[in-house]
T-cell receptor, first 114, second 114 residues
Framework: SQKIEQNSEALNIQEGKTATLTCNYT??????LQWYRQDPGRGPVFLLL?????KEKRKERLKVTFDTTLKQSLFHITASQPADSATYLC?????????????FGAGTRLAVHP | DAGITQSPRHKVTETGTPVTLRCHQT?????MYWYRQDPGHGLRLIHY???????DKGEVSDGYSVSRSKTEDFLLTLESATSSQTSVYFC?????????????FGQGTRLTVV
């Protein structure tokens, strides 16, 4: 069955450093991979989408890579700020029978300390 | 913000009673999803819909049923609630037309089964 793995332990970093979060998947070949941010008590919010034919995608301080050979995506936040503290979810996006079945990893909690 | 509303926002119910949660959208998006979120498990897909009257099971569908009689409404029913179904439930919508496949989430419904 499809499996998505994200670091279950929280990532603690100092303000100004680069945070790197990992998403690994097995048993399917997603055409897209999405990253979301979730704050406590709120629904996830979309951040970035990267396609299988793209190696890297950037948006402001965010960068996502997608290695279909390793079946891995890396999510980077440069010059991190305390406001970046949240849980980050990845969603390798496969299509089940032609339909968009959106499944998420369990997420990694990021804590940025002043 | 995407027009997506979940109701109720909070509910306490007794074991064995039926419960229906409603997700309403004003975006005319094709896809609608129901997830549950529990500590340590992240977002888990219960059921999803890819059109009116078209639904499919997700990862944790046992004990749940869904219906979509109109584009804008997706109902999640617990036929006979159990304590293991105590959770936060999120609805999401996605268009998936062209290159836009990002999902928009509702505010969540906190369900407690006592």
């Amino acid at each position: 069955s499809q499996k998505i793995e994200q670091n279950s332990e929280a990532l603690n970093i100092q303000e100004g450093k680069t945070a790197t979060l990992t998403c690994n998947y097995t048993n399917y070949s997603p055409a897209y991979l999405q990253w979301y941010r979730q704050d406590p008590g709120r629904g996830p919010v979309f951040l970035l989408l990267i396609r299988e034919n793209e190696k890297e995608k950037r948006k402001e301080r965010l960068k996502v890579t997608f290695d279909t050979t390793l079946k891995q995506s890396l999510f980077h936040i440069t010059a991190s700020q305390p406001a970046d503290s949240a849980t980050y979810l990845c969603a390798p996006q496969g299509f089940s029978g032609g339909y968009n079945k959106l499944i998420f990893g369990a997420g990694t909690r990021l804590a940025v300390h002043p | 913000d995407a027009g997506i509303t979940q109701s109720p926002r909070h509910k306490v119910t007794e074991t064995g009673t039926p419960v229906t949660l409603r997700c309403h959208q004003t975006e005319n998006h094709r896809y609608m999803y129901w997830y549950r979120q529990d500590p340590g498990h992240g977002l888990r897909l219960i059921h999803y819909s890819y059109g009116v009257k078209d639904t499919d099971k997700g990862e944790v569908s046992d004990g749940y049923s869904v219906s979509r009689s109109k584009t804008e409404d997706f109902l999640l029913t617990l036929e006979s609630a159990t304590s293991s179904q105590t959770s936060v439930y999120f609805c999401a919508i996605s268009d998936s037309r062209g290159q836009n496949t990002e999902a928009f989430f509702g505010q969540g419904t906190r369900l407690t089964v006592v």
